[in-house]
Each structure stands twice: as structure tokens, then as C-alpha cells.
């Protein structure tokens, strides 16, 4: 059975501050793994990962996977209280057909 | 912009009753799918349709039923509400396998208690 765990489950920090996320997977016949953040909403796309080692970016949010540990981080440096949402990670194996395996989520909470 | 509208936001349902949940895309998605969140799981999948007519059952699927009579539309069915069913719901659709952007565009939910 595919599996997806996230860590935290959920984090305080202050404005200002760096977080990592984490997301770590047991799969067969992996295809990628997606971020997304959820506000108060639908969850929003963040990134889309295929290759190990390859760092995707976008403004002040990176990410990474390592696909010989099984696992990935979210990055989020100069926090803000904006970038307080639920971060889910998901992992789309070729064995599943379309669907996506979730991870529980990390609630990150910035403070001002 | 991939537009994904669910029928509505909140719903309080009695036990026993029958609960449609509709949701639309306006972005001729071939995938649709039907998810429960609940706080500390993460998203589950209860169906999933790959086309008109066509179902799987994901994770959870017990206690619901689905139909997709048109592409553009996917329902889920709760035949008899229960309380454990007191959830939220979020629909999704994206393009099918294969695609090498196979992200999935979500709706807004449905929030659903059942007393």
C-alpha cells in the first residue's frame, strides 16, 4: 500500500523565520511527487517533482526530492503570516493510475 | 484559469437522509475525483472517475456512490448519511495519465455535518 508522511504536524514560528517541511514516501512505480498549500480553501499547486536533486523555486518557497532516501522538503525562508496555510505533499505512482496518495499535512501557523 | 465549483459550501444533513454533492469543471478534464479531509489524515479518495461513466473506488469508498453522466460533472452520493460522515469535501479534476502536468486542480469543498 502506497504511503505518504509529513512532519510536522504542525509548526509555530515567527515572521522572519526559515522553515522546513517534510514529506516522505513509500511507493511503487514512482511517477512524481506535488505540493500543495491549502489556505482557508481548495489546496493550491505549489511545486511538481520528477528528478532528484533538482531544486524548484518560486519567489521565497523551494523545493527538492530525493528519490533514493524517499523523501522531499519544502522550504520557506522570510516566513510571513500569509504563508500560514495547511503544506500537503502527494505522491503519484504510475501503479495507481491517476490518483494521488496525500500525505496528513503540516498546519504552519506564523505568527507576527 | 481551471475552474472547479462544488454545489455548496455548507450543508448540515439528519441521519438516514440522502446527501447529493455536485461538482463541475469547466476545463474538460477527463479525471475527476472525490476526497474527505479530516483533521490529522490528510485528503483521502473516496472515487474517482477517469471518463462518462467510468468509476474507481479509492481509499474509503465505503458508505458512498458516485456517477458521472456528463464530463463536465461528477456527484457524490452519500445513499444514507451517517454522523461519522461529518466531513469536509473537495473535489478535483486534471488531465489524464500520461499528461506530464498531472497536478490536480481542486474545488473550494463542501463542508458536510450530518446530526
Known amino acids: 500500500e502506497d504511503k505518504v508522511v509529513q512532519s510536522p504536524l504542525s509548526l509555530v514560528v515567527h515572521e522572519g523565520d526559515t522553515v522546513t517541511l517534510n514529506c516522505s514516501y513509500e511507493?511503487?512505480?514512482?511517477?512524481?511527487l506535488l505540493w500543495y498549500k491549502q489556505e482557508k480553501k481548495a489546496p493550491t499547486f505549489l511545486f511538481m517533482l520528477t528528478s532528484s536533486g533538482i531544486e524548484k523555486k518560486s519567489g521565497r518557497l523551494s523545493s527538492i526530492l530525493d528519490k533514493k532516501e524517499l523523501f522531499s522538503i519544502l522550504n520557506i525562508t522570510a516566513t510571513q503570516t500569509g504563508d500560514s496555510a495547511i503544506y500537503l505533499c502527494a505522491v503519484d505512482a504510475t501503479n495507481a493510475g491517476n490518483m494521488l496518495t496525500f500525505g496528513g499535512g503540516t498546519r504552519l501557523m506564523v505568527k507576527p | 484559469d481551471v475552474k472547479v465549483t462544488q454545489s455548496s459550501r455548507y450543508l448540515v444533513k439528519r441521519t438516514g437522509e440522502k446527501v447529493f454533492l455536485e461538482c463541475v469543471q469547466d476545463m474538460d478534464h477527463e479525471n475527476m475525483f472525490w476526497y474527505r479531509q479530516d483533521p490529522g489524515l490528510g485528503l483521502r479518495l473516496i472515487y474517482f472517475?477517469?471518463?462518462?461513466?467510468?468509476?474507481e473506488k479509492g481509499d474509503i469508498p465505503e458508505g458512498y456512490s458516485v456517477s458521472r453522466e456528463k464530463k463536465e460533472r461528477f456527484s457524490l452520493i452519500l445513499e444514507s448519511a451517517s454522523t461519522n460522515q461529518t466531513s469536509m469535501y473537495l473535489c478535483?479534476?486534471?488531465?489524464?495519465?500520461?499528461?506530464?502536468?498531472?497536478?490536480?486542480?481542486f474545488g473550494p469543498g463542501t463542508r458536510l455535518t450530518v446530526t
Open positions: 511507493v511503487t512505480n514512482f511517477r512524481s
Open positions: 472517475s477517469y471518463d462518462v461513466k467510468m468509476k
Open positions: 478535483a479534476s486534471s488531465l489524464p495519465g500520461g499528461s506530464h502536468r498531472n497536478e490536480q486542480y
